[in-house]
C-alpha cells in the first residue's frame, strides 16, 4: 500500500491550515482553519473491502505540568504517550482519496457532533475530548479530525502519524461512540495492509523543522 498527501509530504511539516491552531505573536498561539489534510492511496491488497484511518501524535508530553506555562518549557527528553487526533471506519474499499477540507473546516467549540466524511464511513472521538473536559467553553464529546495543536513551549516537534489500515471486513463491529484504541482492537486479525505518513508540526518559534 502507498500513502500520500498534496497537503504535506511525509517527513514535513503540516502546514498551518491543517492544524487546530498556529503561532500568535502575542498570545502564543490563535485558532487555525482546521482543515484536516490531503489524503490519497494507491496499490491496495486483494481482497480490501473497508479502510480505517487514524491520526495520532506520538509526542504529547507524559507529564503536563510546565505544558503552556509562562517561563518554563517542556523538556525534549521528557517522555510521550499518544494524542488522538482521528479515527475513521468503514471507510469504502472503492473511495481513494479524501480532499483537503472534505471532513473538517474550522474549529467546532464543544465538538464536531456529526463530522462528514466519505458515504458509510464513521468517525469516533479524538482526545480533545478528554483534553477540554472542565473547559466550560470548550468541553464536549469531539468527533472526527481535529488537527495539532501541540504545547507552545514544547523543546520538540510532534509527530502525526496518519496510518490507514486496509480490511477485509466491510464494517468493524463497532457501536455508538468509540476511541482509536478500539478501531485497533476491532481490526486486529482483519488487517490485510497498512500504509503510514508522518507530518510534523509545533507552534514554539524556537523549535525548527528541516
Not at 487555525?32 to 479502510?51: A, H, K, M
Not at 482526545?127 to 467553553?137: E, I, L, M, Q, R
Not at 513551549?153 to 502519524?161: A, K, L, S, V
Request: with cysteine; charged share 20%; glycine share 10%.
Amino acid at each position: 500500500m502507498k500513502l500520500t498527501s498534496q497537503s504535506f509530504f511525509d517527513g514535513g511539516a503540516i502546514p498551518g491550515r491543517c492544524a487546530f491552531a498556529v503561532i500568535d505573536a502575542v498570545e502564543h498561539l490563535k485558532l487555525s482553519q482546521n482543515l484536516n489534510p490531503e489524503l490519497s492511496w494507491t496499490q491496495l491488497p486483494d481482497g480490501t473491502r473497508s479502510f480505517a484511518l487514524l491520526c495520532i501524535d506520538h509526542d504529547a508530553p507524559s507529564q503536563a505540568d510546565d505544558v503552556n506555562q509562562e517561563g518554563r518549557s517542556v523538556p525534549a527528553d521528557l517522555p510521550r504517550v499518544e494524542f488522538v487526533h482521528w479515527a475513521m471506519i468503514d471507510i469504502p474499499a472503492d473511495t481513494c482519496g479524501i480532499a483537503e477540507g472534505a471532513c473538517s473546516e474550522g474549529v467546532t467549540p464543544k465538538g464536531k457532533q456529526t463530522p462528514v466524511g466519505p458515504d458509510g464511513s464513521r468517525q469516533g472521538l479524538n482526545d480533545y475530548t478528554s483534553w477540554f473536559d472542565g473547559d466550560a467553553d470548550m468541553a464536549g464529546r469531539y468527533k472526527g479530525y481535529d488537527g495539532p495543536c501541540p504545547p507552545w513551549n514544547d523543546e520538540r516537534p510532534h509527530r502525526y502519524h496518519f496510518e490507514l489500515l486496509a480490511l477485509d471486513v466491510a464494517t468493524l463491529p463497532l457501536e455508538g461512540e468509540f476511541t482509536a484504541a478500539d478501531v485497533r482492537a476491532a481490526a486486529d486479525g482483519h488487517v490485510l495492509g497498512s500504509a503510514t505518513i508522518v507530518g510534523l508540526y509545533t507552534l514554539n518559534p524556537a523549535v525548527r523543522i528541516s
